[in-house]
Nanobody
Framework: QVHLVESGGGLVQAGGPLRLSCTAS????????MGWFRQAPGKELEFVAA??????NYQDSVKGRFTISRDNAKNTVYLQMNSLKSKDTAVYYC???????????????????WGQGTQVTVSS
């Protein structure tokens, strides 16, 4: 089965950078669409970024600040976060699913595999 493990979360001051990683235990990682979602207390799960084989999409509020990338040789997807703001504070989850279109990967609904999450706290 597919297992995802996030890492890299922690406490960072506003304006600083942080990089999250998600490693997947799957044989054919390159065939999976990968996404990053986040959830703040009392808020709904929110799309952050997703990447397919040749497409990357972002929530408008993080464009220009966050970059999603993947290293298929390492079965890992990354989320580089720059210019962090207090509103970015949340638990960040990575998700994986095969055969998703770029549009489908912008929603949490079609993703079947999820990591346990990593806390990102941005202090002022």
């Amino acid at each position: 089965q597919v297992h995802l493990v996030e890492s890299g979360g922690g406490l960072v001051q506003a304006g600083g950078p942080l990089r999250l990683s998600c490693t997947a235990s799957v044989r054919t990682f390159s065939g999976y669409a990968m996404g990053w979602f986040r959830q703040a207390p009392g808020k709904e799960l929110e799309f952050v970024a997703a990447i397919n084989d040749d497409n990357a999409n972002y929530q408008d509020s993080v464009k220009g600040r966050f970059t999603i990338s993947r290293d298929n040789a390492k079965n890992t997807v990354y989320l580089q976060m720059n210019s962090l703001k207090s509103k970015d504070t949340a638990v960040y989850y990575c998700a994986a699913d095969p055969f998703l279109t770029p549009a489908q990967a912008m929603s949490a609904i079609p993703f079947n595999y999820w990591g346990q999450g990593t806390q990102v706290t941005v202090s002022s």
